[in-house]
């Protein structure tokens, strides 16, 4: 690979993860918890001394960038699948994040859902909840050894 380089984004103790490029490769979003609590943040790319904005207000897990890059979407702290509004014209500008009517269940880390490329369709991966069907069932067979033999005795 020519000319690779390593450029840290966030050098907070708290550390920055779950980070996204927008479409334009232009800006950077990512998730951390230097104030302690997780909010989501954005960074110009690959110019990180540009500036720095925070979109959530109260808490924000693992943004997606639209596919367009005029939405930025992100984990709320109630679990809401929240959107803000972006313009990158000539600086950045960022609306008011809104709840989308989807809540995301999926404890692990990472970010358990995308957005379709035409912007119009979610994926989102989820924990269920455990049911009777999908919990291992084991089958206890008693007296087997006089089912056997009634089994393996000739026809009559």
């Known amino acids: 690979m020519e000319d690779a380089r390593v450029s840290w984004v966030a050098g907070t103790a708290a550390g920055a993860i779950n980070g996204d490029l927008s479409p334009d490769d232009r800006w950077i979003a990512y998730q951390s918890s230097e104030t302690?609590?997780?909010?989501?943040?954005?960074?110009?790319?690959?110019?990180?001394?540009?500036?720095?904005?925070?979109?959530?207000?109260?808490?924000?897990?693992?943004?997606?960038?639209?596919?367009?890059?005029?939405?930025?979407?992100?984990?709320?702290?109630d679990r809401r699948l929240m959107v803000a509004s972006v313009e990158t014209q000539r600086s950045l500008i960022l609306g008011t994040p809104a709840p989308l009517p989807v809540e995301l269940f999926a404890p692990a880390p990472g970010r358990p859902y995308d957005i379709s490329p035409d912007g119009k369709r979610f994926v989102i991966i989820?924990?269920?909840?455990?049911?009777?069907?999908?919990?291992p069932q084991i089958t206890l067979v008693l007296n087997w050894a006089e089912d056997l033999k009634r089994l393996m005795a000739p026809a009559k």
Do not use: C, K, N
């Not at 979109?55 to 943004?63: F, I, N, T």
């Not at 989820?126 to 919990?135: H, K, V």
């Open 36 to 77: 302690g609590r997780a909010e989501i943040y954005v960074h110009p790319f690959p110019d990180l001394a540009g500036g720095r904005w925070q979109v959530s207000a109260g808490g924000g897990l693992q943004p997606v960038w639209g596919p367009d890059g005029r939405e930025l979407f992100f984990r709320g702290p």
């Open 126 to 135: 989820e924990e269920g909840e455990p049911t009777m069907q999908a919990l």
